[in-house]
């Protein structure tokens, strides 16, 4: 387990879940922009954590959304493909000059363009795994992809204005969030 | 062997992610058609919990809608109760000799109990639709049940824990129901296909009925899920495609899935008997 997983983590695992739960799961824009806020949690972790307890958590944390919306394995699914291709990403998207121990997943330090490009391709990748494997057939192919596009677009924007609300200015983050 | 240690802890996070996903798929797969104890979803003790608290919260916002359908609900029930009164009263068959009294279907004894729940979670948007409702065995709710509200047709008890029950909703891509068209009596196949929550397909009308738009679909009681002649919705729009034998049928659908408040369980007390005498004849239906 990585040191830096802490009280803090856990508080935003329930805070999250909570989010999700309460209030996004009755707010569907049009019927098809849904928004998966819970993935946050999963993007927001430290940069370096172990990835085996990443998926770990990724999958506790698919299987607690799963368990209040009824979709056996779907949220699960996506959210452990989603931390499988975290690193990665972290990896395509490295700055010029690597990342500095201090780094968090922060809008205002990490920058604008890059917190924009992290997010959307992820939470691209986990909507279309969700929606993919909620239809199964590819018969109604072009309204999903309308689906995962509105939906993506939706967390996204969600994701945003938590970070500008919630996620201060210098290196550290708050306490209560 | 050291080797394949070294091997397996090299690609750990890749194993365990392979693992994790078969994991995810095994449930997944297994979830569609599974019925029976709640575990790991809605109808779960601490998880309903959370949703009945949510609802008890929400359900304020809408007191107005929900007391005006129980409103409704039971005017008509009045009516209903004074037309049967008014029945009794000119009916003197109980009181005739018994020997000229014949004694009707065994099955119109009221084979049917209700079981009231309050819906404390529901979807309409998703591609399979769930509700989770705050009745479970022990009100004497099990699965397989049918679930109906005053409106009509809503669907199928999936999961019960002790307190909560998980419903299939009619808006499941795997939900059939046996439906018929009320003035011709043809029999054919409810089934909702996605989009939108208010209107459902009705498949297998065969092309010499004449169904007229705006016909009424009730259930068929072929089945011990639902009593016949429970209302499902009234006939939106009727096409012939030049390559089918059958219509393709919309029905407009009577409940409002996104209003939904209080529904009934359907318990069928004589559904064993039936069950084992239809596959003892070897008879196997797969619609509800």
């Given amino acids: 387990m990585n040191s830096s997983f802490g009280l803090k983590h856990i508080a935003q695992f329930f805070l999250f879940v909570a989010l999700q739960v309460l209030l996004m799961d009755s707010l569907v824009l049009f019927s098809t922009g849904f928004c998966f806020i819970y993935v946050a949690f999963l993007l927001f972790l430290p940069l370096v954590i172990s990835r085996v307890w990443l ?22 699914a996506a959210s452990v493909l989603l931390a499988f291709l975290r690193p990665h990403i972290l990896n395509l998207l490295t700055p010029r000059d690597g990342y500095e121990a201090s780094d968090t997943v922060n809008i205002h330090t990490m920058g604008g363009r890059w917190f924009l490009a992290y997010t959307f391709t992820l939470v691209l990748l986990h909507h279309t795994a969700v929606f993919f494997l909620e239809t199964i057939t590819f018969q109604t192919a072009w309204y999903t992809i309308v689906k995962i596009l509105l939906s993506t677009f939706f967390t996204g924007i969600v994701m945003v204005i938590l970070q500008l609300l919630f996620f201060s200015h210098k290196r550290e983050r708050i306490d209560y969030r | 062997m050291r080797n394949l240690f070294a091997f397996i802890y090299r690609f750990r996070a890749f194993l365990v992610f392979v693992l994790l996903e078969a994991l995810c798929v095994y449930l997944l797969v297994r979830y569609n058609t599974y019925q029976g104890a709640a575990f790991f979803n809605s109808a779960n003790k601490y998880v309903g919990q959370v949703l009945e608290f949510q609802s008890g919260i929400t359900d304020y916002f809408r007191l107005t809608s929900i007391n005006q359908t129980l409103a409704k ?39 049917y109990l209700l079981h009231a729940g309050r819906v404390i979670n529901n979807s309409v948007r998703r591609m399979n639709n769930y509700l989770t409702i705050a009745a479970g065995t022990a009100d004497g709710v099990k699965p397989g049940m049918g679930v109906v509200s005053p409106q009509g047709v809503v669907g199928r008890v999936k999961t019960v824990s002790e307190n909560y029950a998980t419903v299939t909703s009619l808006l499941h891509s795997q939900m059939l129901i046996s439906a018929k068209i009320r003035a011709s009596d043809t029999f054919g196949t409810i089934k909702w296909t996605g989009g939108d929550y208010r209107t459902v397909l009705l498949d297998y009308i065969p092309l010499h009925i ?7 679909i009730v259930t068929s009681g072929f089945n011990t899920v639902f009593p016949e002649g429970i209302m499902v919705g009234t006939i939106s729009s009727i096409e ?32 064993e008997e039936r069950e084992t005498l239809e596959q003892n004849a070897g008879i196997i239906t797969d619609e509800q």
Avoid: W
């Fill in chain 1, 55 to 76: 998926l770990a958590l990724a999958f506790i944390l698919g299987f607690t959304v799963d368990m209040f919306y009824d979709t056996m394995g779907i949220h699960a």
């Fill in chain 2, 73 to 111: 609900e039971n005017a008509n029930l009045r009516q209903e109760l004074m037309r049967q009164r008014l029945l009794a009263l000119a009916d003197s068959t109980a009181s005739l000799d018994s020997t000229y009294y014949a004694a009707t279907d065994s099955s119109q004894a009221n084979p």
């Fill in chain 2, 210 to 216: 004449k169904p007229v738009k705006g016909d009424t």
């Fill in chain 2, 240 to 271: 012939q495609e030049p390559d089918k034998s059958f219509y393709t049928i919309k029905v407009k659908l009577a409940v409002d899935f996104a209003q939904l408040s209080y529904v009934y369980v359907v318990e069928n007390t004589k559904e």
